[in-house]
């Protein structure tokens, strides 16, 4: 089965969009990260907190989200977070690029995939 043309996922009855709206990058991870959050347990979320992880993952360099940053710095004090805070409690990581150097978003697309096959829509981690 190929996902070309693929414009969502839908995991446990949760629509989510794959790509972005004319590169609103913010919009697009507010929208869909509480959805993912929504559909993953608790595990698959300390991962998106994890450094190491999402750099593996995504080729970030922080954390897809945390709740430790202070004000959304990093802690030389640059902005590496978006000033609002996620549900009340995570920052979001506002270092997303998508460039042949950084294609964050490519892997994260492909990331959903994974999701959608490990949580699916039958409420389980497969």
């Known amino acids: ?3 070309e043309g693929v414009q969502h996922v839908e995991i446990r ?3 989510i969009n794959l790509y972005r709206d004319e590169d609103d990058t913010k919009g697009y991870l507010f929208d ?4 993912v959050l929504a559909v993953i347990d608790e595990k698959e979320t300390q991962r998106l907190q994890d450094k190491k992880y999402c750099k593996e993952k995504f080729d970030l360099n922080f954390p897809a989200i945390t709740m430790s940053s202070k004000n959304g710095l990093d802690k030389n004090g640059h902005r590496r977070f ?3 805070l996620l549900k009340d409690k995570y920052w979001v990581c506002s270092q997303w690029y998508d460039t042949p150097a950084q294609p964050n978003f490519t892997m994260w ?3 959903l995939f994974e999701l959608r096959d490990r949580f ?3 409420g389980i981690d497969n």
């Open 82 to 84: 978006y000033p609002e």
């Open 109 to 111: 697309i492909d990331y």
């Open 120 to 122: 699916g829509n039958n």
């Open 1 to 3: 089965m190929t996902n």
């Open 32 to 35: 869909v990260l509480p959805k």
């Open 13 to 15: 009855g949760h629509k």
